[in-house]
């Protein structure tokens, strides 16, 4: 295998070739071919089929924003192609809905490979797993394969994720008041923080309960004495999820105004929960390491998703606002235990535009959560649309052309940029290509998947960040690929826009590169140039078929 960066298909090629005024003509070959979405170094097929697994042996999907970036779509798909799906990372904070047969899934945990019934489907050493969540999206897929649970492996070293965690992520989110993080209060901190202060509990402790029994006596001991005891300025939240780790009544462990939410009563009625579940799983436990290599060695495709995305990175994101994980290409390898040598794909997910959900500097923002934002006007000149906003006492959201919009608020709006459970609007803006350029570098993306470029449709001109530069120097454009990494720093920057002329027809139908229009086309090349990493696929619809493979 020649894995020379020629042969990659990689940065230089794409560079080269496609040139931002060069869009009916030529396509920069190396990169618009199904050959990017595989094996930089494998041949590409004639059909240009995305979920052709030949082109890859270790493939993975990461995001390359602030999450949400639309990752479920194509790990689904390239899933179906995959002997072996496996999670590196996180917890059940990210997850995905998927659709088999009519009917909707929702995984938080569990790799979406269960639903390819030939594939097996890892959670690795590197996630913090809540068995009880996993328990329940095993019970969800009996009717799909009542044989499901012999389809999933966990590693012995993964951490379990226990509810005094949740409980006291619920404690320190609420302590932590006005510059709170915005966790998801599933845990996955406090669980991240037992592995490392080495108090944890991991799935090799299952097969040996006696010892199980006594750690996690010892963990709830040790948490109800650090977090149980109520505190001057404790909220009333604070207060009720305190007494609940004192009692370990785990009912109400991260949602305690509103009631119950599975959970246990006492910590006897955990133990013996996690005795059912590890007799239940006891051969599905199993050495990841091995695990993974003899799948390796036997020639079998590993797809690895990832979950949150690169600027949620616990080292390389936007700290403190991010989360417990390493999210990028290094945790693969620490999460999973196979050398960077094995992985001959990695798919940088972006979305054509950039979200944001929580607090943080968001350079290139139009609009936030409350949408009281100046926003940028801009023409929408597509087709007439409205669209529902689900329990908005302003009604449906309408667009007639020839409209002078606010363009964050559209992105919002017609991009449905709101959370599926708290209905909380995300943060909006224009695509930062600083930010993705940072993403890539430190991933390392063969190629990128762009996604939602059909929530652009009707701009009449699109702007995009391509540069970073500092309101105390605006001279100066900050070095490509720099991403600040301290927050007052990340505050004083300012984007410098390049404006593209957008289309105005509908692309969700588009299935070839040829047929967008050449606005989009035009985009879709300049974000490739800008990056300088090649577009394997860009998402016209939220369909699973609504893509087109370059
Ligand atoms: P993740 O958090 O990155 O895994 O994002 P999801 O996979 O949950 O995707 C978020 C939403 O975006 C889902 O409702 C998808 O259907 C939707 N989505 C994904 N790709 C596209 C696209 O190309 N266009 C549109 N309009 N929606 C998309």
Not at 11 to 33: M, W, Y
Request: charged fraction near 25%; aromatic fraction near 8%.
């Amino acid at each position: 295998m020649d894995f020379s960066p020629a042969s990659r298909g990689g940065a230089f090629g794409a560079r080269k070739s496609s040139k931002t005024g060069d869009i009916g003509g030529v396509l920069p070959e190396r990169s618009f071919n199904a050959e990017s979405m595989g094996s930089p170094a494998r041949k590409s097929s004639d059909d240009g089929a995305m979920n052709d697994g030949d082109r890859w042996k270790f493939c993975v999907v990461l995001g390359a924003q602030w999450g949400d970036e639309g990752k479920g779509k194509l790990v689904d798909i390239l899933a179906q192609d995959a002997q072996v799906c496996a999670r590196f990372n996180g917890g059940a904070n990210a997850g995905h809905t998927l659709v088999v047969d009519g009917r909707k899934y929702a995984f938080h945990l569990m790799p979406c490979g269960i639903i390819n019934r030939s594939c097996k489907n890892l959670i690795g050493n590197g996630v913090a797993c809540h068995l009880p969540t996993l328990m329940k999206e095993l019970e969800q897929l009996k009717e799909f394969d009542p044989r499901a649970v012999e389809r999933v492996f966990i590693s012995t070293r993964t951490h379990l994720l226990v509810d005094s965690h949740q409980l006291i992520d619920g404690i320190l989110e609420a302590e932590a008041s006005s510059h709170s993080i915005g966790t998801t209060k599933r845990g996955i901190g406090p669980c991240y923080s037992s592995k490392s202060i080495r108090n944890g509990l991991r799935f090799a402790d299952l097969l040996h309960f006696e010892t199980f029994e006594a750690r996690l006596r010892e963990l709830i001991k040790w948490s109800q004495k650090r977090f149980g005891e109520e505190g001057e300025a404790d909220q009333p939240s604070q207060q009720l999820l305190r007494k609940c780790l004192r009692e370990y009544n785990t009912r109400k462990a991260f949602d305690p105004e509103h009631g119950a939410r599975g959970g246990v009563g006492s910590l006897e009625e955990e133990i013996e929960r996690y005795r059912q579940f590890s007799q239940m799983l006891r051969h599905q436990i199993v050495d990841s390491v091995t695990f993974i290599h003899e799948e390796i060695m036997r020639g079998n495709r590993v797809l690895v998703e990832g979950a949150n995305a690169a600027l949620l990175d616990i080292d390389f994101g936007t700290y403190p606002f991010v989360t417990s994980s390493n999210t990028t290409i290094g945790g693969v390898c620490t999460g999973l235990g196979v050398p960077p040598k094995v992985i001959d794909n990695i798919v940088g997910v972006v979305k054509a535009y950039t979200t944001r959900v929580g607090n943080g500097p968001f350079p290139s923002e139009l609009q936030n959560e409350r949408q009281d934002l100046a926003d940028f006007a801009g023409e929408y000149i597509g087709e007439a649309l409205t669209i529902e906003r689900k329990g908005d006492t302003r009604g449906p959201y309408g667009l007639s052309t020839g409209d002078v919009v606010k363009v964050g608020e559209m992105l919002q709006e017609v991009g449905h940029e709101y959370g599926t459970t708290t209905g909380r609007r995300r943060r909006c803006g224009w695509l930062d290509i600083p930010l993705v350029k940072y993403s890539a570098m430190v991933n390392g993306f063969h190629s990128i998947s762009i996604t939602k470029l059909d929530v652009l449709t009707g701009l009449k001109e699109i702007r995009i960040a391509v540069a970073y530069r500092s309101v105390d120097m605006t001279e100066v454009r900050l070095p490509s690929g720099y991403f600040p990494s301290h927050l007052e720093d990340l505050k004083k920057v300012v984007c410098e826009y390049e404006t593209v002329q957008g289309w105005k027809e509908d692309i969700s139908k588009c299935r070839r590169f040829a047929d967008l229009p050449a606005g989009a086309k035009r985009y879709v090349l300049r974000i490739q140039e800008l990056v300088g990493v090649p577009v394997s696929s860009v998402g016209v619809g939220p369909d699973r078929n609504d893509v087109l493979v370059l």
